[in-house]
């Protein structure tokens, strides 16, 4: 039997830590994985275990999620088309109430002001921005500029009157 050099002594630490790292390596990426799925809400992130590999996935909670998120994309996408379609094609021309689009979406009280646009107006403006501004004006400014206000609690005046 040979005797241990200096040399193969070495090379037996040398495996043994890339060996070692390997192992490490592997666990990270199983413990870390993760999936990452853009939805109309914006991007959801899983995270995937190993440990969990026991259940098929059509059955796990994940799967359910994605497929819960699909059909809700896809009905919302539903509804957006009927909205920028005039006897099934697109209507750049169509006027779209934003205000109405809104509430819609959030499912929040009716307003009284609204707002009509056209819209290819809209998509331009979502396509190249649009400006913002603050315009602070009295009641009465508001009242000549925006009609007669039925609720007065939507809207909050300063020690200046000002709304």
């Known amino acids: 039997m040979r005797r241990p050099t200096l040399?193969?002594?070495?090379l037996g630490l040398v495996q043994q830590t890339a060996a070692l790292l390997l192992l490490v390596a592997i666990a990270a990426?199983?413990?870390?994985?993760y999936l990452a799925v853009d939805t109309a809400d914006g991007t959801k992130v899983y995270e995937l275990s190993p440990l969990d590999a026991e259940t098929e996935f059509e059955d796990s909670v994940i799967f359910h999620d994605l497929f819960q998120s699909s059909v809700s994309d896809i009905?919302?996408?539903m509804v957006i088309k009927g909205q920028m379609e005039t006897n099934g094609s697109f209507d750049p021309h169509k006027h779209v109430d934003i205000t109405e689009?809104?509430?819609?979406?959030?499912?929040?009280a009716d307003c009284p002001v609204t707002a009509v646009y056209e819209l290819e107006d809209l998509i331009k403006w979502g396509k190249y921005g649009a400006e913002y501004t603050d315009r602070?004006?009295?009641m009465s400014d508001f009242v000549n500029y925006f009609g007669p206000i039925d609720l007065e609690s939507n809207f909050r005046v300063d020690a200046?009157?000002?709304l």
């Open 29 to 33: 990426v199983l413990f870390n994985s």
């Open 7 to 10: 040399k193969r002594l070495m």
């Open 75 to 77: 009905i919302q996408l």
């Open 136 to 138: 602070i004006m009295s």
């Open 160 to 162: 200046d009157g000002q």
């Open 101 to 108: 689009f809104a509430s819609g979406k959030t499912g929040g």
